[in-house]
């Protein structure tokens, strides 16, 4: 089993319907959770941070986090062709020592909206 | 403005050869790491260091060496041992103590064998 695995996609919506991306992860004991997004071409991007169980809005996006089912996901409303990307999921396992953040990343779903 | 420049854009390595990816930050960030993409793999920890003069190796390693002399730099060397060197190298930067914090990327180099 991945230590982080997500869909590679493509996940095809229409433009303004919501996208749902979803990552799970293995270890029980990871405390942090990142969603990047990434265009062809380009380096990562930070969108969302979540550390506690729920949900957390910023703007059209709105990370969901839950612990228990071992799961993170992504929701874009309102998709826009310029959402077409690869959105990357990254964890952090822990401990909470030192300065380093050492994330493990999925492999990323591959969002595609369509006119 | 605040960032991370990694430099050179695009690199070509002959046999053989050692090359140097320059990766420098003015965030201020105690933290810095090396990734590599590879097509369908994900991002794939080299090396990261916490703080001046120390590093440790990530989950491949071998064929790459770095240092940290400047709390601002973190240069990746990829040796001739490294065999299979092509692809897209990630520098990464992240603030103060504590692993909650998130990484920040430079625009990426892309290494290609000559």
């Known amino acids: 089993q991945k230590e982080v695995e997500q869909n590679s996609g493509p996940l095809s919506v229409p433009e303004g319907a919501i996208a749902s991306l979803n990552c799970t992860y293995s270890?029980?004991?990871?405390?942090?959770f990142f969603w990047y997004r990434q265009y062809s071409g380009k380096s990562p991007e930070l969108i969302m941070s979540i550390y506690s169980n729920g949900d957390k809005e910023d703007g059209r996006f709105t990370a969901q986090l839950n612990k228990a089912s071992q799961y993170v996901s992504l929701l874009i409303r309102d998709s826009q062709p310029s959402d077409s990307a690869t959105y990357l999921c990254a964890v952090n396992k822990g401990p909470n020592t030192g300065t380093a953040s050492k994330l493990t990343f999925g492999t990323g779903t591959r969002l595609q909206v369509t006119l | 403005d605040g960032g991370i420049t990694q430099s050179p854009k695009y690199l070509f390595r002959k046999e053989g050869q050692n090359v140097t990816l320059s990766c420098e930050q003015n965030?201020?960030?105690?933290?810095m790491y090396w990734y590599r993409q590879d097509p369908g793999q994900g991002l794939r920890l080299i090396y990261y260091s916490q703080i001046v003069n120390d590093f440790q190796k990530g989950d491949i390693a071998e064929g790459y060496s770095v240092s940290r002399e400047k709390k601002e730099s973190f240069p990746l060397t990829v040796t001739s041992a490294q065999k299979n060197p092509t692809a897209f190298y990630l520098c990464?930067?992240?603030?103060?103590?504590?692993?909650?914090?998130?990484?920040?990327f430079g625009d990426g180099t892309r290494l290609s064998i000559l």
């Open positions: 990464a930067s992240s603030i103060g103590w504590g692993n909650n914090q998130p990484q920040h």
């Open positions: 270890d029980r004991g990871s405390q942090s």
């Open positions: 965030l201020n960030h105690d933290a």
